[in-house]
C-alpha cells in the first residue's frame, strides 16, 4: 500500500537557485511524448497513406492521363512546338524526277509506236516556307482565322538541286521530249473553223515549231528558249518591234499557279543562263524574308530578248494559293482538314456541286492523331489537281518505329465505265467532263486539261496524269508505249503514318505527266499520228522514305514518356508514402511500448 501511495507521490527537486520542480511519476518524458509529436506521427501516417493511395493510382490510370496531355499539344497552337515543327520539319523532302527519253521521234510522228527510256532520277532538295513574310507589308503569310477553328496559309516552294543523290547534270543531260507548248497551241485550235490553217502556220513557224524537242533535263522543268509561249507578250523596248503575231496564247489576268500559260508575265532583264538552285542555298538566304520578288520566275517571260519557258518555272518560289485548313485546337480529330483551297470551298475545275469538285480531305503536311486500320485517308493534293483516298495495307518500320502503310486501292483512278468490276469506280464519274468537250480516258489515267482551263484556254492544257510508268493503268496505255516496267515497289503512292500521333514516317506522292497527242488531219505535221496517244514525259515523287533520327527520337520518346513516367513516380509515390506509414506505425508502437500496452493518447 506504501508503494503505491509512492508511486503517485510527488517529487521534489531542487535547483542551484533554489526553486523546485514538481514531477509526477506517472508523466512520460521526453519530446518523443509531446502533443506536437503524436500530432506529427498521426499527420504523417495520414499523408502516407494518401501517397500510397496517388502512387496506385498512377501506376493504374497515369499512363492514359499522360498520353492524353501529350495528346492535347498535338494541335498547331500559336507559338508551340508542334507548330514549330510543321512550319519546319525535322526531315528533309526532296523531289525527284525522271524524264522519258523518245529513242523514235520521226517514227510517232508517222504513227509508229513510241519507244521511250527512263533518264535519272535527278534529285532537289523541297524545302516549303508557310509563313514567308511580305516585304512591302511586313505581314506573314499565315494567319489563324476569326472562326477559332482553322488557318489559312500560302506556301512557298523552294527546290535546291541535290547533285549527290542526282545520276548526273540535268544541264547537260538532254532528252527528246514532246513540245508541250506546240501541242496546247495544236489543241487550242483543233476545233477552229475558218483561219485554222493560218493560226497552224503561226504556232509552227513560232518558237521550236516540231512535235518533238531535243531539251536539257534542267531545261525542261525550269527553262528553256522557245518563242511560242511568249506570242502575246509584249517585248521589252530594247529587243525591237515585234514581228505580226496572231494571239492564240493570250492569258487572263488570273493568278492561276497551275496554268501553262500566265498574264502576270514580269519583263525583267535578268542575264542569260539557267537558274542554279543549290547557288541559292550555299548563300544561306532567309527563306521567310527574302527578296521574293528578285527571286521568282513566271513562266514564260523574255530574257535577253529571248522567250524562256519551262514546265515548273512558275513553281520554284512563287506564293502559292492560300489553303485553309484545321489546326486541331477545337477538334483534334480534324488537326489537317483541308477546308478551302484559293478560297473556295470548292475546287472549280469539275462537275459543279460534284463530290469530285468539293475540297476536303487532308493536307499531306499534318495528319490527325488515333489513326486505325480501318480508317480511310482522304488526301488533297493540288498538283495532281483532286483528292485521293488511301486504304491500309500494312505494318511497316522505320528506324525501331511501327507505322501504317496506307496506299490508293486499284480503283482509286478507276474509270466509272471500266468493264472490269475490280478497277470500275463510280465514285469517279464527276471526273469526266464529256459534256463540255473533254475527252473521258480509261482507268488509271485522268484528263488535267480541266484544271489548266483559263479564258484564253478554254479547252486547258492536253495533260493527263498517271502514277509512274502507268502502274494500275489500263493495259491499252501500257501497250501503246514500249519501254516501260510498272513496279509496284518503284511507283506506288504510299504514306507511312506513326498511328498514336498521326506523324508521316514517310510519304511518296508518285504522279507521272503524259501529254495527249490527237491526230489532225488538217494540220500536216499532225496528220500521221495515231488517234489518240497518251505518252508520258516526266514522272516524279515527292516527300520523303524516312524519317530522321531526330524525329524518330521524338516520337519514340513521346510513345514511351507516358509508361516509364507513370510507372517511375507511382513507384515513387508508393515508396515515400510507403516509408511515411511505417514512420508512423513504427512510433505508435514504440509508444505502446512504453506504455506498457496502453492505448496512446491523443490529446
Given amino acids: 500500500m506504501t508503494k503505491s501511495v509512492n508511486k503517485t507521490k510527488e517529487e521534489q527537486k531542487t535547483f542551484l537557485n533554489g526553486k523546485q520542480k514538481v514531477e509526477y511519476e506517472g508523466e512520460e518524458k521526453g ?52 507548330l514549330s515543327s510543321w512550319l519546319n520539319p525535322p526531315v528533309q523532302a526532296h523531289l525527284t524526277g525522271y524524264g522519258f527519253h523518245v529513242t523514235n521521234p520521226e517514227a510517232v510522228m508517222q504513227g509508229k509506236k513510241p519507244i521511250v527510256k527512263e533518264v535519272g532520277p535527278f534529285t532537289y532538295k523541297a524545302v516549303t ?10 505581314k506573314e503569310n499565315l494567319e489563324y482565322n476569326e472562326d477559332g477553328e482553322t488557318l489559312t496559309y500560302r506556301p512557298r516552294k523552294f527546290y535546291f538541286l541535290d547533285r549527290s543523290q542526282s545520276v548526273g547534270d540535268p544541264d547537260t543531260t538532254f532528252i ?49 528558249n522557245d518563242e511560242l509561249p511568249c506570242l502575246s507578250h509584249t517585248r521589252p523596248d530594247e529587243c525591237g518591234a515585234p514581228e505580226g503575231q496572231v494571239d492564240i496564247f493570250a492569258e487572263d489576268s488570273d493568278d492561276d499557279d497551275d496554268e501553262w ?52 518555272r512558275d513553281r520554284n518560289v512563287t506564293l502559292r494559293k492560300p489553303v485553309k485548313i484545321h489546326h486541331g485546337m477545337a477538334d483534334l480529330s480534324k488537326k489537317g482538314w483541308v ?15 460534284s463530290t469530285c469538285d468539293k475540297l476536303g480531305g487532308q493536307d499531306a ?31 511497316t518500320n522505320h528506324l525501331g518505329l511501327t507505322s501504317y502503310r496506307f496506299i490508293p486501292p486499284p480503283n482509286a483512278m478507276g474509270s466509272h465505265t471500266d468493264p472490269d468490276p475490280k478497277a470500275r469506280n463510280p465514285a469517279n464519274s464527276c471526273y469526266c467532263m464529256k459534256d463540255q468537250g473533254f475527252s473521258c480516258l480509261k482507268s488509271g489515267v485522268l484528263n488535267m486539261a480541266p484544271c489548266k482551263r483559263s ?40 504514306v507511312d503514318v506513326a498511328p498514336e500521333f498521326g506523324f508521316p514516317l514517310a510519304i511518296r506522292p508518285r504522279f507521272q505527266l503524259n501529254v495527249i497527242i490527237k491526230k489532225d488531219k488538217d494540220i500536216p505535221m499532225m496528220s500521221n499520228f495515231v488517234d489518240e496517244l497518251v505518252l508520258p ?27 516509364k513516367l507513370s510507372k517511375l513516380g507511382g513507384m515513387s509515390l508508393l515508396l515515400v508514402g510507403g516509408v511515411m506509414v511505417l514512420a508512423s506505425l513504427g512510433w505508435m508502437l514504440w509508444v505502446r511500448r512504453q506504455r506498457g500496452g496502453e492505448t496512446f493518447p491523443v490529446s
Fill in 537 to 563: 514525259f516526266l514522272w516524279a515523287q515527292d516527300g520523303f522514305s524516312e524519317p530522321s533520327e531526330e524525329m524518330a527520337e521524338a516520337i519514340k520518346f513521346g510513345l514511351s514518356a507516358p509508361a
Fill in 455 to 494: 479564258p484564253a484556254l478554254p479547252k486547258g492544257a492536253p495533260i493527263a496524269l498517271s502514277y509512274p510508268h502507268f502502274y494500275q493503268a489500263d493495259p491499252s496505255f501500257l501497250s501503246a508505249v514500249s519501254g516501260l516496267s510498272p513496279d509496284k515497289e518503284k511507283h506506288q503512292f504510299y
Fill in 339 to 353: 477546308e478551302e483551297f484559293n478560297s473556295s470551298p470548292n475546287m472549280n475545275w469539275w462537275q459543279p456541286g
Fill in 176 to 224: 527528246t521530249v514532246p513540245n508541250i507548248p506546240l501541242l496546247t497551241g495544236m489543241a487550242k485550235i483543233r476545233d477552229m473553223g475558218w483561219g485554222k490553217g493560218v493560226a497552224a502556220g503561226v504556232v509552227k513557224n513560232t518558237g521550236l515549231g516540231t512535235p518533238f524537242i531535243n531539251v536539257s533535263f534542267s531545261g525542261l522543268l525550269w527553262g528553256y
Fill in 129 to 138: 516556307v508557310k509563313d514567308s513574310v511580305d516585304k512591302d507589308t511586313g
Fill in 261 to 312: 500559260g500566265d498574264d502576270d508575265w514580269k519583263r525583267r532583264k535578268r542575264s542569260a543562263g539557267r537558274y542554279k538552285r543549290e547557288t541559292e542555298e550555299d548563300k544561306k538566304i532567309d527563306l521567310k524574308r527574302a527578296d521574293f520578288e528578285s527571286m521568282q520566275k513566271p513562266k514564260a517571260e523574255y530574257v535577253d530578248c529571248k522567250c524562256e519557258w519551262g514546265l515548273f
Fill in 31 to 82: 519530446c518523443c511524448h509531446s502533443r506536437p509529436t503524436r500530432y506529427c506521427c498521426l499527420t504523417t501516417g495520414i499523408l502516407g497513406g494518401l501517397l500510397l493511395l496517388l502512387g496506385m493510382v498512377v501506376l493504374v490510370a497515369g499512363q492514359g492521363l499522360l498520353e492524353g496531355v501529350i495528346l492535347k499539344t498535338m494541335a498547331l497552337h500559336p507559338g508551340s512546338d508542334r
Fill in 365 to 395: 503536311a499534318t495528319l490527325p492523331p488515333g489513326v486505325k486500320k480501318t480508317d480511310a485517308m482522304d488526301m488533297f493534293i493540288s498538283l495532281m489537281c483532286r483528292r485521293i483516298n488511301l486504304e491500309y495495307e500494312k505494318d
